[in-house]
């Protein structure tokens, strides 16, 4: 007889705090950088990964958006 898995809880499944952490992580690197002209070299690296979390988060809103409506292709528990 097999044991049910128990499910994983909602906490560790929500991708909007590790976006909105590695966003803000992005943030304040760009302006630490913005500000020290020694590291003027790592501006686009800091500008990609801003836009790398705003790729991240419209493609979740996206999906989330499917989810809510009952799209057929849309992932599942993102409501």
Do not use: H
């Not at 929500?14 to 501006?43: E, F, K, M, Q, Y």
Request: positive net charge.
């Amino acid at each position: 007889m097999t044991q049910p898995v128990p499910e994983i809880p909602s906490r560790l499944t929500d991708p909007r705090p590790v976006l909105a952490i590695g966003s803000l992580g992005w943030l304040i690197a760009t302006i630490v950088v913005w500000c020290n002209d020694n590291w003027a070299d790592a501006r686009p690296i800091c500008l990609m990964g801003l836009a790398v979390g705003l790729l991240g988060y419209s493609i979740f809103a996206i999906q989330r958006r499917g989810a809510r409506r009952g799209d057929k292709g849309a992932q599942l528990g993102l409501e």
